[in-house]
T-cell receptor
Framework: DAKTTQPPSMDCAEGRAANLPCNHS???????VYWYRQIHSQGPQYIIH???NNETNEMASLIITEDRKSSTLILPHATLRDTAVYYC?????????????FGQGTTLQVKP | GAVVSQHPSWVICKSGTSVKIECRSL??????MFWYRQFPKQSLMLMAT?????????EQGVEKDKFLINHASLTLSTLTVTSAHPEDSSFYIC????????????FGPGTRLTVL
């Protein structure tokens, strides 16, 4: 599975949009981009995933560049409860293993 | 949404004893479950992949005789830490793969193991 690169930390003001970037320049054509977040001392929470089209759900939006070498997770109106470590992971969907390999992620601090 | 539970949420044991952690998918069947370990201020590290009805596949460097995994049903996987030592103290997290619908992995809340 391709590796990803994320900034180690970011700050965001409460109520503003949080834009978290992820580089995955070696992504293969059949690899999806997944985003999870982990709030302190809890298990990771699934946020969203996509292949090449932009995706939106009740939690966030995922913008994937046309060449698929990078993506951005957007939290439209960040709250203090969105403070967490955000992980961008690429993997082949429906592969035999389907395992997720976590990098260091981005620690997002939402400030009042 | 898909829910995965773990039991217990925390456990304290004496060195040399064995501890069993359960992972359950509550509203979907999971042919594949995964076990992770997380040390303080570090990311999750995959330990093993558990397939229902077959032997688990361990990641490099993970001792299969120390971390026993059983996946006897489509909703339950167990991790047993045998002869636990203080260096095994960690946060253990499982995930279950919902292959039938979204092929997304959902994680349990984690189990905090402290070995005295």
């Amino acid at each position: 599975d391709a590796k990803t690169t994320q900034p180690p930390s970011m700050d965001c003001a409460e109520g503003r949009a949080a834009n978290l970037p992820c580089n995955h320049s070696t992504i293969s054509g059949n690899e999806y981009v997944y985003w999870y977040r982990q709030i302190h001392s809890q298990g990771p929470q699934y946020i969203i995933h996509g292949l090449k089209n932009n995706e939106t759900n009740e939690m966030a939006s995922l913008i994937i560049t046309e060449d698929r070498k990078s993506s951005t997770l957007i939290l439209p109106h960040a709250t203090l409860r969105d403070t967490a470590v955000y992980y961008c992971i690429v993997r082949v969907r429906s592969s035999n293993t389907g395992k997720l390999i976590f990098g260091q992620g981005t620690t997002l601090q939402v400030k009042p | 949404g898909a829910v995965v539970s773990q039991h217990p949420s925390w456990v304290i044991c004496k060195s040399g004893t064995s501890v069993k952690i359960e992972c359950r998918s509550l509203d979907f069947q999971a042919t594949t479950m995964f076990w992770y370990r997380q040390f303080p201020k570090q990311s999750l590290m995959l330990m093993a992949t558990s397939n229902e009805g077959s032997k688990a596949t361990y990641e490099q460097g993970v001792e299969k005789d120390k971390f026993l995994i059983n996946h006897a049903s489509l909703t339950l996987s167990t991790l047993t830490v045998t002869s636990a030592h203080p260096e095994d103290s960690s946060f253990y997290i499982c995930s279950a793969r919902d292959a039938a619908s979204t092929d997304t992995q959902y994680f349990g809340p984690g189990t905090r193991l402290t070995v005295l």
